[in-house]
């Protein structure tokens, strides 16, 4: 499995903009696709962004389009999530995720085998 090691979190106000990093490691990313999830207290991890592993394709949850943006780059093993206008429905703490995945249509947390510890995002009204 990858190792997968986020940073860039924060505490911001609204309308403010963040940037977080994946650093994936033990193996390349690019056999593998890409997710950032999110989770907030007493609510469930929810898919935020995801991205294909050679980057053609790429979903936003519809609360954050427009807002964020996902990207990759495989020649240096990581993943990037682009966070801006942020709003305290925001807060959470992120995760970066991996899946080998070959279906047409998204994974589902449980597919995801390789998880980073997280990055606290917490956003001030």
């Known amino acids: 499995h990858v190792q997968l090691v986020e940073s860039g979190g924060g505490l911001v106000q609204a309308g403010d903009s963040l940037r977080l990093f994946c650093v994936a490691s033990?193996?390349?990313?690019?056999?593998?696709?890409l997710g950032w999830f999110r989770q907030a207290p007493g609510k469930e991890r929810e898919l935020v962004a995801y991205?294909?592993?050679?980057?053609?394709?790429?979903y936003n949850l519809d609360s954050v389009k427009g807002r964020f943006a996902v990207s990759r780059d495989n020649g240096v093993n990581w993943v990037y999530l682009r966070m801006d206008s942020l709003k305290p429905d925001d807060t959470a703490k992120y995760y970066c995720?991996?899946?080998?995945?070959?279906?047409?249509?998204?994974?589902?947390?449980?597919?995801?085998?390789?998880w980073g510890q997280g990055t606290q995002v917490t956003v001030s009204s």
């Open positions: 995720a991996a899946v080998y995945w070959t279906e047409p249509y998204l994974p589902g947390p449980q597919d995801f085998r390789c």
């Open positions: 033990g193996s390349s990313i690019a056999s593998y696709d």
């Open positions: 991205i294909k592993r050679d980057g053609t394709k790429t």
